[in-house]
């Protein structure tokens, strides 16, 4: 049972590198999304997917982009990383709106 | 105003109590309401969904009222197991909201 997979599990950046996060999830599920974490402020949504082939912005997407390669896939790239971004990333998917989400195990990302 | 307020603790409990957590939301038209847990590192996992009618499961219980727009969570007879962050979720139609998580630490 994979369920949500993610790579990396750990990155280190230098500022102004690019990098890709990936995530794919095998339960056929519409929704897939992308949160982060920081102490103290939860998480926060940085983009979602309804379905394949839409995204929509969440509570903080600036300084990223995501794209929803097909319905297992939802990728999200940091173009010009900055040391606000050091966090932990969180890929999730859910199936119907009544249904939970199930997470990755998370990208530990430092920018240094 | 947040989406989704919870007191983020910490709640520092004995072993054997009874603890209960509150979370309040905004948006009167959210769709479904969720409990997860999270253990240090890790990733969140569900824990219970909430229903109209409160729902238990062992020795958790959870409530929903609509009305005034709150969620709660009641952990009885409290385990070392338990202690972790749990975290209120809503749905609101097509993202999860999550509030910032409310810290448990049960004490031996």
């Known amino acids: 049972n994979a369920g949500v997979t993610q790579t990396p599990k750990f990155q280190v950046l230098k500022t102004g590198q690019s990098m890709t996060l990936q995530c794919a999830q095998d339960?056929?599920?519409?929704?897939m999304y992308w949160y982060r974490q920081d102490p103290g402020m939860g998480l926060r949504l940085i983009y979602y997917?309804?379905?394949?082939?839409?995204?929509d912005k969440g509570e903080v997407p600036n300084g990223y982009n995501v794209s929803r390669l097909n319905k297992r896939e939802f990728s999200l790239r940091l173009e010009s990383a900055a040391p606000s971004q050091t966090s932990v990333y969180f890929c999730?998917?859910?199936?119907?709106?009544?249904?939970?989400?199930?997470f990755g195990q998370g990208t530990r990302l430092t920018v240094v | 105003r947040k989406e989704v307020e919870q007191d983020p603790g910490p709640f520092n409990v004995p072993e054997g109590a009874t603890v209960a957590f509150n979370c309040t939301y905004s948006?009167?038209?959210?769709?479904?309401f969720f409990w997860y847990r999270q253990d240090c590192r890790k990733e969140p996992k569900l824990l219970m969904s909430?229903?109209?009618s409160g729902n238990e499961d062992g020795r958790f219980t959870a409530q929903l009222n609509r009305a005034s727009q709150y969620i709660s969570l009641l952990i009885r007879d409290s385990k070392l197991s338990d202690s972790a962050t749990y975290l209120c979720?809503?749905?609101?139609?097509?993202?999860?909201?999550f509030g910032t998580g409310t810290r448990l630490t049960i004490i031996p």
């Open positions: 999730a998917s859910g199936g119907r709106k009544d249904t939970e989400a199930f």
């Open positions: 339960m056929n599920h519409n929704s």
């Open positions: 997917s309804a379905s394949e082939g839409t995204t």
């Open positions: 948006n009167s038209a959210s769709q479904s």
């Open positions: 909430v229903y109209s």
């Open positions: 979720v809503v749905n609101e139609g097509e993202k999860l909201t």
